[in-house]
């Protein structure tokens, strides 16, 4: 049996499952996945935007503000997000603690398993602040929801959440030179989402890339920071893709893992597979 191959790369990803831009950035991500399939070890930290509907409140989130952005980022970055009204604004606190039980309990894969899919249930217009949701997401990403629930009240869960917040909040001093890049806090500036500490675990050099970026930011650094590190080739095909992922996939993280046009990569998933529509696009799976 073949060796698996030797993680080179550790992404500490500082993020947020209700972050519409965090949620916007999964193409550029999935596609490092492809690229380097087995050489990055994903870490996702918890930011906690809002830990619940009164803290979105008094952040001067309602309801109309919030459906207004998401239409406009669905627009902008094709990605699906149902651009209705919600009743309210629901924080992440709840959902934060989860991924971060996940991780800490069971494995980095069921962290992020799970933060993907609170994320799709976020922006599918679900509350990801109910104990029934977040069991939901739970369940469709392999972990059993009563063990979730234990392993959230469990020794350390609570402090690795709090160390979350913490580092999100003491951006490096790289970060703070591009100011634009991070938001304000009560104890001064913290981290956007999704903000990246990219470390070449052979001499923990790191490289700090805060807020949202194009994939050509992640791919040069990576070039740059493991010039010798194979990596493979694009999919040449969308069943390609879908054969790869273990979750549905959206038009756009087909197209930018393939490098087409949105519109090219949808007519060839509606040749092969089946459509799970969310707001203007939606997930694929095969037939």
């Not at 996702?44 to 803290?55: F, H, K, S, W």
């Not at 094709?78 to 989860?98: D, F, K, L, N, T």
């Not at 949105?262 to 007519?267: I, Q, S, V």
Request: aromatic fraction near 8%; charged fraction near 30%; hydrophobic fraction near 40%.
């Amino acid at each position: 049996m073949a060796e698996a191959p030797e993680i080179c790369v550790r992404i500490d990803e500082f993020t947020d499952p209700i972050c519409p831009w965090a949620y916007s950035t999964e193409p550029s991500r999935r596609r490092l996945r492809w690229l380097y399939e087995g050489r990055i070890e994903w870490v996702p930290r918890m930011v906690v935007l809002a830990t619940d509907r009164e803290a979105q409140a008094e952040r001067g989130f309602d309801p109309g503000k919030v459906a207004k952005q998401h239409r406009r980022i669905a627009r902008e970055h094709r990605m699906p997000i149902v651009g209705g009204e919600r009743q309210y604004v629901a924080g992440s606190g709840e959902a934060c603690e989860a991924v971060v039980a996940a991780r800490e309990q069971g494995s980095t894969r069921h962290a992020r398993m799970l933060l993907r899919r609170l994320r799709v249930a976020h922006f599918s217009g679900e509350m990801i602040d109910r104990a029934d949701v977040i069991a939901a997401a739970a369940e469709r990403a392999g972990i059993d929801a009563d063990e979730l629930s234990d392993w959230r009240e469990r020794e350390g869960t609570a402090e690795a959440l709090a160390a979350d917040v913490d580092a999100a909040r003491q951006p490096s001093q790289a970060a703070q030179v591009l100011n634009d890049k991070l938001a304000n806090w009560s104890g001064g500036r913290r981290y956007t989402c999704p903000s990246y500490e990219i470390t070449r675990l052979s001499d923990d050099v790191t490289i700090t890339v805060p807020g949202f970026q194009p994939f050509a930011v992640y791919d040069t650094i990576l070039a740059n920071l493991v010039p010798r590190l194979e990596r493979r080739s694009p999919p040449e095909t969308a069943r390609e893709v879908l054969e790869w992922s273990v979750v549905p996939v959206a038009t756009k993280e087909v197209a930018v893992m393939r490098g087409i046009d949105f519109e090219d990569a949808r007519e060839e998933l509606g040749r092969i597979a089946r459509q799970e529509f969310v707001g203007a696009d939606g997930f694929w799976t095969l037939d």
